[in-house]
């Protein structure tokens, strides 16, 4: 069975530091794997995405996400935190439905930054 | 500008109510989804459809109601038996090519029980 698990419901880091968002997931195949990032009262917004090819992926905004299957992770990172970084950030992973595929979302990480 | 619209951004519910969300989409998607989000927690699919005039029940069926009349259209409804509807609704789209695409995600509308 596929599942997520985010590791920190809450992360707070200072603006200009490094950001680490933690996610494991479990899956019976080779899955695909997203993060998305949602602002107060928005929708969710594609940050990255990951689907079998290079392991180590870059999104928007300088976020970047590296797949280590041994592991079984795919964490969030970004060099340097933004104020506009502050939002909720959600790590899902795919599986097959019918002819369509369903996503599974971790509950979410708060991320916080400090001025 | 293509994208999803939900409207309206919030709705008020009294008891016994049936209220109806709107979606719309103008990416020529033929998959479109409902999803509920409570507080602290990620999103529970409601219901999906894949193409016009088809759709299935998601994890958190019971008490919703949709249609697929139209490729642009997926409004939900949330009947009188859904006990605790308040929460805040998502409606996204996909295109259907075999894999697992990105899907899209509309503002939302958050739902509220008078």
């Known amino acids: 069975a596929q599942s997520v698990t985010q590791l920190d419901s809450h992360v707070s880091v200072s603006e200009g530091t490094p950001v680490l968002l933690r996610c494991n997931y479990s899956s019976s195949y080779s899955p695909s794997l997203f993060w998305y990032v949602q602002h107060p009262n928005k929708g969710l917004q594609l940050l990255l995405k990951y689907t079998s090819a290079a392991t180590l992926v870059k999104g928007i905004n300088g976020f970047e996400a590296e797949f280590k299957k041994s592991e079984t992770s795919f964490h969030l990172t970004k060099p340097s935190a933004h104020m506009s970084d502050a939002a909720e950030y959600f790590c899902?992973?795919?599986?097959?439905?019918?002819?369509?595929?369903?996503?599974?979302f971790g509950s979410g990480t708060r991320l916080l930054v400090r001025p | 500008d293509g994208g999803i619209t939900q409207s309206p951004k919030y709705l008020f519910r009294k008891e016994g109510q049936n209220v109806t969300l709107s979606c719309e989409q103008n990416l020529n998607h033929d998959a479109m989804y409902w999803y509920r989000q409570d507080p602290g927690q990620g999103l529970r699919l409601i219901y999906y459809s894949q193409i016009v005039n088809d759709f299935q029940k998601g994890d958190i069926a019971e008490g919703y109601s949709v249609s697929r009349e139209k490729k642009e259209s997926f409004p939900l409804t949330v009947t009188s038996a859904q006990k605790n509807p308040t929460a805040f609704y998502l409606c996204?789209?996909?295109?259907?090519?075999?894999?697992?695409?990105?899907?899209?995600f509309g503002p939302g509308t958050r739902l509220l029980v008078l």
């Open positions: 996204a789209s996909s295109p259907q090519t075999g894999g697992a695409e990105t899907q899209y």
């Open positions: 899902v992973v795919t599986y097959a439905m019918d002819s369509s595929y369903k996503l599974i």
